[in-house]
């Protein structure tokens, strides 16, 4: 082979290299997901600006065990391994116009669902900084930071702080039992307190108190 060959076969090489697609934004037309006979984790992807049509697209994960398939009309993010156009895969999916990303502040990691909604039905938000985390579901809320957990579920609360020995509050309307680290066990209500059983046994090694404007024993 001659230099001038040689020189001529390199330049067209270099030329079809680089016009091998690496890359590619689409929008996802079709889902295959968990519930397919058989299961899948594919889409099919409509490419935006060349309307290239690729059929079920694998999706990759983080781990596996982990699933997530974009919706129809969500725009994902293509590559091709080894710039082939027949090896391609889905690596993400970009908000747009038409689909906000869920509030958030820096450093926060948030997960809502459904995707775009003003009051999702879930929604995860673990904040930077000092760890917090905040889940909600319809009525039921959970946070936690480094010392405290909270769940909430309307008018019913329970709290574990592990500051000052240890502390569980569980309340109901106007109904609370506390329990702290150092024995302490505290019932409240200003509704009716009831105990039943077939024996029921109170001793105290210090004195027993009972104080009211009326006692009955029967």
Known sequence: MTAALFDSVSRIARHEAAARSIAA????VDVFDGTAE???????????????????????????GHAATPGAGDLV???????????PVVIGSLYHA??????????????????????????????GGDPALTITMGAVELTADDTKLRVKSGDAEATVDSAGGGRIELTIGDASLTVTGRGDIAFKTSGKLSLQATDIEIKGDGAVTISAPQVKVN
């Open 25 to 28: 934004i689409g929008v996802v």
């Open 38 to 64: 058989p299961p899948d984790h594919s889409v099919t992807v409509e490419l935006r600006e060349t309307g290239l049509v690729l059929p079920r697209v694998p999706i990759a994960v983080p781990a596996l």
């Open 77 to 87: 993010v293509v590559v091709f391994a080894d710039g082939d156009i027949n090896a």
């Open 98 to 127: 038409d689909l906000a990303p869920p509030e958030h502040g820096d450093g926060d990691v948030v997960f809502a669902l459904p995707a775009g909604a003003q009051d999702p039905a879930f929604r995860a938000v673990l904040r």
